[in-house]
């Protein structure tokens, strides 16, 4: 089992493979809040895609929601 120290102390990045949808949407979004719909429009992908792609990216802790509909890039 390891300890908290030894997470904090060797703190590295992790790496994922990002899934074609994930890789699109993670590409669209960045430090400047984007709004759900804004993403829609710009990828050209279905609704239930992007939601999904967010929900993956936001579980692998790459991005993360805020209110209003709009994410961010971690």
Known sequence: RIKYEEIK????????????E????????SQEP???NELVNSTQLSYKSIYKGLLQ???????????GERYVRV
């Open 9 to 20: 102390k060797n703190k590295t990045k992790k790496h994922y493979e990002l899934a074609q």
């Open 34 to 36: 984007i709004f759900l």
């Open 57 to 67: 990216l936001e579980i692998k802790g790459l991005i993360k929601r805020l209110p």
């Open 22 to 29: 994930e890789r699109i949407v993670y590409a669209y979004v």
